[in-house]
C-alpha cells in the first residue's frame, strides 16, 4: 500500500509540477480580462453607420469613359470597381468615415484555425491569419465592406509611362504603435525583406518573381520595376490578395533583434496593437488612437480560437464570445436564440474541376460529358436542402456580382436530368467510374464533403457510378497540378483511368479573377490544370497586359463566358458567411466575399 | 470452478468440456446485452433487406426530415432524414455492418497478429521476449489517435487506412496480454511433458497452449470492439474515419454534430446505438470474463 | 538492484530512440511539407527552396542523423507554418495537457472509488448497477459527443460554467469530467474487484472476528490494500489522458498539446506533429520507467533477472 502510495504520489507531484509551471498566470491573464469587460459604459452619440455611399460617389465621378458602354450591367460594375484604377481615386477625407468614437469595453470574436502564433511575412500563411493582420496591421491598399480597394498607407499608386516601373506614394505623419514615425524607408525595407531569396511569403511567391529590381526609396515614395507591363500588380497589395502588403518598423524590429522576438511583440500601425496572447487561446488587442483614420469602436479586442463550431455557439448563445464566424446553416438557430445575424454576401463560391479536360481523347474532353455532369447537379434544391436556402446558383468560376470580369449576362447551368442522362448516353459514358475528390480542411467554405456526398447522389441517379474521397488539399491540388507532370506521366496516368476525377471545390471570391485564373488556367500558369493556349491563354494574356480597367474587364468576362458557355467549369453555388453576434456588436459590416471578419475595427458599440 | 478444471485438462477434453459447461452457462446471459447484440448482429447480415430505403440515395428535396412522431414526419422515414435526405433508419441499419465490420476486420488482423506474437514472446523468453516487449512497449506509447491522424492523412481516407492503422495499436494489446498468459501456462506439467516427448514447438503453441488462453482472448476480442466503434467516431470527428457516404455511425455522429440543437435526430440515433451497442458488449464482455476467466477480472 | 535500474534505464533508452525512429518515419510518410505553404500562390520554386530550408533536399540518411543529433540536444526544429521552434510551442502547450489530465484522473478517482467500494460492499444491489452504468455511460459515448453535449447542457441552458477556453477553476470541471468519464468504467471495475479480492481474504475475516465495526473494517483495512492496484493503474491512466486529450481539447478549446496537433497535422507542419508524438511516447516510457524503478527500490522482493 504505501509503497504503491509513494510511487503515485513522486509522480502526481511531479505531474502538478509540470503543470503548474507556467499554467498559473494564464489564469490570472483572464480574471484580468474580465475586469475590463465590466467597464463598458460608451457614450456615442447617434449611430453613424459606415459611410460606403459617399466613398462610392467619389469613386463614380473619376471615370468618364464608362460612357462608351452600352450595356447597363456592366455599367454597374465599373461603377464599382473605380478604385482599382492605376490612378487612384481621390482620398476620402477623415470627415467621411465612421464618426470618432472613444474606444471603451471589449469585444471578443471567435472564429477557427487562426493559427495565429505567427507574424512573419516570409512565412506563407493561409487566409485565416487575416483575422489579425487586418487589426494589427495596415497594408498599402485597403478595402471597403462593398470590396472596393481604398487607399491604405499608400495614398496613391502609378505606373511610369513605359508601364514597367510601379510608384506607390507614402501616406505621411503615421506613427507605429511604439511612436515611431511610418517612412517610406521601413516600406521598402519590410517589402524587399519579404521578397527575398530565402522568404518563402506570399510577396515572394507572387510578387517576387514579376520584379527586375527591389523597392526604393524617393522623397515620401516607393518604387519598383517589373520586367514585363503587369497592370494587376496593384491588386497584390491589397489587403484583399493573400501577399500581405504590411510596413514593419525596421529599427523596432532589428532592436530586438530579428522576427523570434518580433514575433513575440509584434509592433504594426493598424488600428489596434497587439498587447497579449495565450498560447492555443487567443490574441488580445488594445485599441491604438493615434491610427490615421481607423478608430475602433472598442478599447479591448480579444480573438479567440475555436475549432467547434458547436462550441462557438454555445460561447456566444451563453454571454462568453460577441462575434462568431458560423455556418450558412446556423442562421435559424441564431435567430431563435435572439442572437443577432450578419452577412458577408457572396464570400464562397463553389465550382466542379475536370481532371485532363484539356487532353483529347480523354472523356472530359468531350464537351457533352462535362454538361452532362454540370446539368446533373440541382443548385437549387442543393442550396434548399443542405443549405437552409443561403446559397444561390453560381454562373461563374471565382467571381460574384460586382468583381472585375463578372459577365452579368450568363446563366447557372441549369437542372436537367434527363438531357443528362441522353447526353451521357449518346457519349457512351453510362456507368462510368467517377471520383470526386474534396476536402474538408478548408475552412474557407462549409462542407465541402457534404456537397460532394450530394452531387455523387445525383451522378448516381444519371447513371454514373460515383464515390467521393476525402483528401486533404496539397494531396487534391497535387492531383490537378499538371506543371509538376511531364506529358508522359500525363499520358500513363490517363490510361490507368477509370475513375476519372473530378474536384468538388470552394473558395473566398476574387475581387479581380485575373490571377486566380491564371494559376489553373493559363498553359503558363503555376499549376497549369488546362493547358490550352489557343482558346483560354489569349483571353487572359489580354486581361492581363492591359492596362485599361475596362479592357481587363471585358476579357475577364469573355473568359468567364467560356468557362461556361463550354462547360470547361462547373460553377456550383454562391453562399455567404454567416456571423453570429451578441448585442456588443451594434453595427458592423463585414467585407463582401470574405468568409473571416476582416473588419473588427469597424465595430461600434 | 469449471475451467480450473479445464487448464490441467488435455486439450482434446479441454474443447469438449468447454462445450458441455458452455450450455449450462448460457442459461444465465445477460439478457439484454445479449439480445442487443443479436439484433445488431442481426442488422449487419441482414440488412439490405431489413432496411426500408437504400443507405446513400440522396433526396435534397426531403433533407432534415423529422422522425414520425413529430407533426411534420412522415412514416416513410420513421427516425427522420439527415442533411441529404437520406433515411436515418436504413442507414442505422446499413451502418450496423460497417461499423461492426470495421471492428471485425482490426480484430481479426491486428489481435491475430497480436496473439502470435504473443505466443511466441511469452514462449519463446529470453531475448526474442526482450526485443519484442520493447517493440510493444513503444507501440503502446504511442497517442493512437494521433497517429491514426497522421496516417491516413498521408495515405488518404478510406475504409482500409483506418483497420491498417488501428491494427497494430490492437495487436500490441492483445499481444502484451496473451503473453502474459503464455508465461504462466507455459509452466505447466502438460507443456513440460509435451517438450519431453519432443512435440515441436508450433505443435505446443498451438495445442497446448492456444486453447489455454483462448479465454482470454474472447474475452478481450468482446471489449476491444466496443472500443474500436468509439474510436472509429472520434476519428471521424476529426475528419480521418471512415470516408462518406458509407452510413458508419460514428461518421453518422460526427458529420450530423452541426445540427446537434436543430435537427437533433441526425445524431441522436446513431449516438445511441454506438451507445447501445458498446455498452451491450462491454456488459456482455463482462460477464463472458466473470464466466470464463475470473482470475482477470481487471482486463 | 543497481544493475537492474541501469538496464531499465537503457530499455528505456532505447524504447526513446525506437519512438523517435517511428516518429521519423512516419512524418516523412505524411507528404511533402513544401506543398501546403506553398499551395495558393507559388511554383515549383518555392517548393524548392521549402525544402532546402527544411533539409528535404538531402539522402534520408543524412536526414536521420541529423534529426536523431537535433533531438539528442532537445532541438525539434522550427514550426514549418510560422517559423517558431517546436520545443517553445510545446512548452508553451504542455502544462495545459498536463493539467486537464490531472483533473480528469482526479474526477475519475473521485468518482470510481465511492462507487467502485460501494459496488464490492453491497454486490449485485442498486447502488452496484448504477455505479456499473453510471460509469459504462463514459466509456459508451464517443467523447467528442458527450462533451459538446455537456457543454449545452451546463454552458447553455443552465449557464453554470463557461463553454470552452482554460480560464479559472470553473473551466477546468467540463472538459475534466469529459476525459475522465472515458476510463471511469475501467477504474470502477478495478476497484470493485480488488475490493471484492481483499473482502474475501483471510485477514478482513480476521479483522471482522475481532469484532471490529463494518465501517472500520471496510474502510480501514479492505480499502486501504485494496488501493494498491488502483494508484498503479492511475499512472498508467495517466498516459492514456494524453491521447483522449487531442479531441476533448478540440471539443473545448483547450489550449493544449492536442489542439496544436489537429491543426499541424491538417497544416502538414511535421516538426511539430514530431515533437507532439515524441513528447507523448515519451511520457508513456518514462512513466512506465518510474513506476518500475520506484517498485524496485521499495520493494526487495522483486526478482530482476533479465
Known amino acids: ?605 | 470452478m469449471a475451467n480450473t478444471t479445464m487448464q490441467v485438462a488435455s486439450p482434446a477434453s479441454a474443447w469438449a468440456m468447454r462445450l458441455r459447461s458452455g450450455l449450462t452457462v448460457m442459461r444465465r446471459v445477460p439478457k439484454i446485452p445479449t439480445a442487443v447484440l443479436l439484433i445488431l448482429l442481426i442488422f449487419a447480415g441482414f440488412g439490405q433487406w431489413i432496411a426500408p430505403h437504400s443507405p446513400v440515395a440522396v433526396d435534397m428535396g426531403n433533407s432534415f426530415s423529422p422522425p414520425v412522431w413529430h407533426a411534420e414526419g412522415t412514416a416513410n422515414n420513421l427516425l427522420g432524414t439527415d442533411k441529404l435526405g437520406r433515411d436515418i433508419l436504413s442507414r442505422l441499419i446499413r451502418g450496423a455492418r460497417v461499423s461492426l465490420s470495421l471492428s471485425m476486420f482490426v480484430i481479426a488482423l491486428g489481435g491475430g497478429v497480436g496473439v502470435a506474437l504473443g505466443l511466441i514472446s511469452g514462449y519463446a523468453g529470453g531475448k526474442v521476449d526482450a526485443v519484442m516487449q520493447r517493440g510493444i512497449e513503444v507501440i503502446l506509447a504511442m497517442p493512437t489517435i494521433l497517429v491514426a491522424l497522421v496516417f491516413v492523412f498521408a495515405v488518404g481516407r478510406s475504409f482500409e487506412s483506418v483497420i491498417l492503422i488501428l491494427s497494430p495499436f490492437l495487436a500490441a494489446r492483445f499481444a502484451r496480454i496473451v503473453r502474459g498468459e503464455t508465461l504462466s501456462v507455459r509452466e505447466r506439467d502438460f507443456v513440460a511433458i509435451a517438450k519431453v516427448i519432443g512435440t515441436p514447438a508450433w505443435m505446443i503453441l498451438l495445442r497446448h497452449i492456444l486453447p489455454n488462453v483462448f479465454n482470454t482472448i474472447i474475452v478481450l476480442a468482446t471489449l476491444e470492439v466496443g472500443h474500436l466503434i468509439l474510436l472509429e467516431s472520434s476519428l471521424s470527428f476529426l475528419g480521418v474515419g471512415v470516408p462518406p457516404p458509407q452510413p458508419a455511425w460514428g461518421l453518422m455522429v460526427a458529420d450530423g454534430r452541426e445540427f446537434l440543437t436543430s435537427a437533433y435526430w441526425i445524431t441522436l440515433f446513431p449516438g445511441l446505438c454506438i451507445l447501445a451497442a458498446v455498452l451491450s458488449l462491454n456488459l456482455f464482455g463482462d460477464w463472458l470474463r466473470d464466466t470464463l476467466d475470473p482470475r482477470r477480472r481487471q482486463l | 538492484m543497481l544493475k537492474y535500474i541501469g538496464f531499465r534505464i537503457f530499455q528505456a533508452l532505447l524504447g526513446l530512440w525506437f519512438i523517435a525512429t517511428l516518429v521519423f518515419i512516419l512524418s516523412r510518410s505524411i507528404g511533402d511539407p513544401a506543398e501546403v505553404f506553398t499551395a495558393r500562390n507559388s511554383g515549383v520554386d518555392a517548393r524548392e527552396i521549402m525544402a532546402a530550408k527544411l533539409g528535404l533536399d538531402r539522402p534520408v540518411h543524412e536526414q536521420y542523423l541529423k534529426f536523431l543529433g537535433q533531438l539528442v540536444r532537445l532541438d525539434l526544429g522550427d514550426s514549418v507554418s510560422n517559423g517558431i521552434p517546436v520545443t517553445q510551442i510545446l512548452v508553451e502547450r504542455m502544462p495545459a495537457t498536463f493539467t486537464l489530465g490531472l483533473v480528469a484522473l482526479i474526477f475519475a478517482l473521485a468518482f470510481s472509488l465511492p462507487l467502485g467500494v460501494l459496488g464490492a460492499v453491497y454486490r449485485d444491489s442498486a447502488i452496484d448497477w448504477i455505479a456499473k452504468v453510471m460509469a459504462f455511460l463514459g466509456q459508451s459515448m464517443p467523447p467528442f459527443w458527450s462533451g459538446i453535449m455537456l457543454i449545452i447542457l451546463f454552458a447553455v441552458v443552465w449557464e453554470m460554467l463557461p463553454p470552452a477556453g482554460k480560464g479559472g477553476w470553473q473551466s477546468y470541471i467540463l472538459p475534466g469530467f469529459t476525459l475522465g468519464w472515458g476510463v471511469m468504467a475501467g477504474m470502477v471495475r478495478l476497484v470493485r474487484s480488488s475490493m471484492m479480492d481483499v473482502l474475501d481474504s483471510d485477514y478482513v475475516a480476521m479483522a471482522r472476528a475481532k469484532g471490529l465495526p463494518e465501517a472500520v473494517v471496510i474502510g480501514k483495512h479492505a480499502l486501504r490494500n485494496a488501493l494498491l492496484p488502483v494508484l498503479t493503474y492511475s499512472s498508467l491512466v495517466l498516459g492514456a489522458f494524453m491521447n483522449g486529450s487531442v479531441v476533448v481539447e478540440q471539443v473545448f478549446a483547450w489550449p493544449g498539446i492536442g489542439t496544436a496537433a489537429v491543426q499541424s497535422v491538417v497544416r502538414r507542419d511535421f516538426p511539430v506533429i514530431q515533437g507532439v508524438v515524441i513528447v507523448f511516447g515519451s511520457f508513456f516510457i518514462l512513466i512506465n520507467l518510474f513506476v518500475d524503478i520506484m517498485y524496485a527500490v521499495i520493494d526487495p522482493r522483486i526478482k530482476y533477472t533479465n
Open chain 1, 1 to 605: 500500500m504505501s509503497r504503491s502510495l509513494l510511487i503515485f504520489g513522486s509522480l502526481f507531484c511531479l505531474m502538478l509540477l509540470v503543470a503548474c509551471g507556467t499554467a498559473q498566470p494564464e489564469v490570472v491573464e483572464v480574471e484580468r480580462v474580465v475586469e475590463v469587460e465590466t467597464i463598458r459604459e460608451v457614450e456615442v452619440e447617434k449611430e453613424v453607420p459606415i459611410d460606403v455611399e459617399l466613398i462610392r460617389e467619389v469613386e463614380k465621378e473619376v471615370p468618364v469613359e464608362v460612357e462608351t458602354i452600352r450595356e447597363v450591367e456592366v455599367e454597374k460594375e465599373v461603377e464599382r470597381i473605380v478604385v482599382a484604377t492605376p490612378t487612384p481615386a481621390q482620398i476620402p477625407e477623415s470627415g467621411s468615415l465612421p464618426g470618432r468614437v472613444d474606444p471603451a469595453g471589449s469585444i471578443i470574436s471567435v472564429s477557427s484555425y487562426l493559427g495565429f502564433q505567427g507574424v512573419d511575412t516570409n512565412i506563407s500563411q493561409d487566409s485565416a491569419t487575416k483575422v489579425y493582420y487586418d487589426e494589427v496591421f495596415d497594408y498599402a491598399i485597403g478595402q471597403n465592406p462593398d470590396g472596393t480597394l481604398t487607399p491604405g498607407f499608400a495614398t496613391g499608386w502609378e505606373v511610369s509611362p513605359d508601364q514597367l516601373t510601379w510608384t506607390f506614394t507614402i501616406r505621411e505623419g503615421m506613427k507605429f504603435h511604439n511612436g515611431d514615425d511610418i517612412t517610406p524607408e521601413d516600406v521598402a525595407w519590410t517589402w524587399n525583406r519579404a521578397v527575398a531569396e530565402d522568404s518563402l511569403g506570399g510577396f515572394a511567391l507572387e510578387v517576387g518573381p514579376l520584379l527586375s529590381s527591389g523597392f526604393e526609396v524617393a522623397g515620401n515614395t516607393v518604387s519598383v520595376s517589373t520586367t514585363e507591363p503587369q497592370s494587376t500588380l496593384p491588386l497584390l497589395f491589397a489587403s484583399a490578395s493573400p501577399p500581405r502588403s504590411v510596413v514593419f518598423p525596421q529599427d523596432y524590429f532589428e532592436s530586438v533583434g530579428g522576427i523570434d522576438n518580433f514575433r513575440e511583440a509584434p509592433v504594426g500601425s493598424g488600428p489596434y496593437k497587439w498587447a497579449d496572447r495565450v498560447p492555443g487561446q487567443y490574441i488580445q488587442m488594445e485599441a491604438f488612437e493615434d491610427h490615421y483614420e481607423k478608430n475602433p469602436g472598442y478599447k479591448i479586442l480579444q480573438i479567440w480560437d475555436v475549432a467547434e463550431l458547436n462550441t462557438r455557439m454555445a460561447m456566444l448563445k451563453s454571454g462568453n464570445a460577441d462575434l462568431i464566424t458560423a455556418s450558412v446553416r446556423s442562421v435559424e438557430e441564431l435567430e431563435s436564440a435572439d442572437l443577432q445575424v450578419l452577412q458577408s454576401p457572396a464570400a464562397n463560391i463553389s465550382w466542379i474541376w475536370y481532371n485532363y479536360a484539356w487532353v483529347p481523347g480523354h472523356p472530359f474532353n468531350d464537351k457533352r460529358i462535362r454538361e452532362a455532369i454540370s446539368i446533373a447537379v440541382d443548385r437549387e434544391g442543393i442550396g434548399q436542402g443542405l443549405y437552409a436556402g443561403q446559397t444561390t446558383p453560381a454562373c461563374c468560376y471565382w467571381v460574384v456580382e460586382g468583381n472585375i470580369g463578372y459577365p452579368g449576362d450568363v446563366e447557372p447551368h441549369p437542372y436537367d436530368p434527363n438531357r443528362a442522362m441522353q447526353l451521357i448516353q449518346e457519349a457512351g459514358f453510362e456507368g462510368a467510374e467517377i471520383e470526386i475528390l474534396t476536402f474538408s480542411g478548408d475552412a474557407d467554405f462549409v462542407d465541402q464533403p457534404g456537397l460532394s456526398e450530394a452531387i455523387a447522389g445525383y451522378l448516381e441517379a444519371i447513371g454514373l457510378n460515383t464515390y467521393v474521397s476525402v483528401v486533404d488539399g496539397p494531396v487534391l491540388r497535387e492531383t490537378f497540378d499538371n506543371a509538376i507532370k511531364t506529358d508522359e506521366e500525363i499520358e500513363a496516368i490517363i490510361k490507368d483511368e477509370p475513375p476519372y476525377q473530378i474536384a468538388v471545390r470552394g473558395s473566398d471570391t476574387r475581387l479581380h479573377s485575373y490571377r486566380g485564373a491564371h494559376i489553373y488556367y493559363h498553359s503558363e500558369g503555376r499549376r497549369q490544370m488546362m493547358r490550352m493556349p489557343d482558346i483560354l491563354d489569349p483571353l487572359l494574356d489580354k486581361a492581363g497586359s492591359s492596362f485599361d480597367l475596362l479592357d481587363q474587364h471585358n476579357a475577364m468576362a469573355d473568359f468567364h463566358r467560356l468557362l461556361n458557355r463550354d462547360f470547361w467549369a462547373g460553377p456550383l453555388l454562391e453562399a455567404g458567411a454567416v456571423f453570429g453576434a451578441s448585442d456588443k456588436v451594434g453595427t458592423w459590416t463585414p467585407i463582401t466575399g470574405k468568409p473571416y471578419p476582416h473588419n473588427h475595427w469597424t465595430i461600434r458599440p
